[in-house]
């Protein structure tokens, strides 16, 4: 029950996820994605200091949490900075592609992962469903920073896919807490080098980015990932994964009504096209009708 409660958390927080990383980046992506992250890591030591477990600096955990850092110090900076040319409800769609980019890396990096040719078709569904949306609607006088923008959201799903590949290959025994984290001051660390000033030279901000910095930190980060790594540790990779594909509709809609983003029928169409893509690349519908007929065996007839 734990696990489902958790799941469905996840997918609230992760439908609200684009729209609070656009608003929080509007004065400056930059401090937006360091503040998130640095108010998450304080926010979260208190419950280190409450569950009183030792918080562990062996090289064994220090390698979690490095990788565990890359979804967070790789992935969402550079969502941070797509989101400046893309609607939120674009960037949940693209984001919906970490089950497929997950599948491939876990073909190569995890035993029994293998690709066929129906995921193969369900990657081209998906492909064709991102052409549908952003053919039409990409904007003649930004062209070239939205399709540099796709790009680099495409970049942050494969490092968001690659931060769950090696965090499951990993194979730890390390409590969610600590995992979370670990990743979060790798990230404040890594997020100062890259800008030492960013965080000591505050830029002025609306009421409306302050308050969803402090959402998506303490909502989106120490919540949101705490869930996350609890569930990537007690189930598959490739089910965690699925969770992106759940929200995008959802994301479609919030934004279009919270953030005046448009939803036209090339939208919808794509945004339809990319989840029955990976919802071929994911469900085993052989197996499914198998199991089917075994639990619901035809009755004789006489």
Known sequence: MKIVLAYLAIVLIWTTTPLAIKWSGETDWLFGVAARTALGAILILPILYWSKSRFSFEWSAIKVYLAASIPILGGMTI?????????????AIIFALTPV????????????????????????????????????NLKDHMIEMQLTAI?????SVFLHSYGTVRVKRLNHSISSLHVVIGALWVTVIGQFILSPSTL??????????????VYAASIGSVLGFLLYFYLLKNVEAMKVALIPVITPVFALILG????????????????GLVTLG?????????????????NNPPKNIE
């Open 79 to 91: 969502m941070y900075w797509a989101a400046q040319y893309l609607p939120s409800g674009w960037i």
């Open 101 to 136: 980019m997950t599948g491939l890396l876990a073909h190569f990096c995890l035993p029994n992962n293998s690709l066929t040719k129906r995921k193969f078709f369900g990657v081209g569904l998906a492909l064709l469903g991102l052409w549908v949306i952003f053919g039409p």
């Open 151 to 155: 790009g680099a959201a495409l970049l």
């Open 200 to 213: 000591l030279d505050w830029p002025e901000i609306s009421h409306r980015e302050g308050w969803t910095i």
């Open 256 to 271: 279009h009504f919270l953030n005046n983003e448009p939803l036209n029928a090339s939208v919808w169409l794509g945004a």
């Open 278 to 294: 990976l919802i071929i690349f994911e469900v085993r519908f052989k197996t499914l009708w198998l199991r089917f007929r075994a």
